[in-house]
């Protein structure tokens, strides 16, 4: 499927049931003020969405943010993942 349209009444349910699990994981390990929804696909047929967390300091406020990629560390990443994974498991448990 490569429109939001094309999509049947439960691959829409699916397809944001999963959005709002990963939301809820990002919120819970890096603790946002307010999360932004991107639903995107214009330039190649397909279908993804950008979750964008926002926080109280980011470079602008009310505003889309700049794209401008900050690297971390591998230790970092891993403890990312590793984070979002526990939580994952949490929320599927509900």
């Known amino acids: 499927m490569a429109d939001f349209t094309s999509l049947s009444t439960s691959e829409v349910a699916a397809y944001w049931h999963d959005i709002h ?15 932004n929804y991107q639903l995107l696909g214009n330039s190649v047929p397909h279908l993804h969405v950008h979750l964008v967390p926002r926080y109280l300091d980011d470079p602008a406020p009310g505003k889309p943010l700049p794209w401008e990629p900050k690297p ?3 230790p970092e990443y891993d403890r990312q993942v590793q984070l979002l994974t526990d939580v994952a498991k949490t929320i599927r448990e509900r």
């Open 21 to 35: 699990s990963v939301a809820q994981m990002i919120e819970h390990v890096f603790a946002p003020c307010h999360m």
């Open 72 to 74: 971390v560390t591998q």
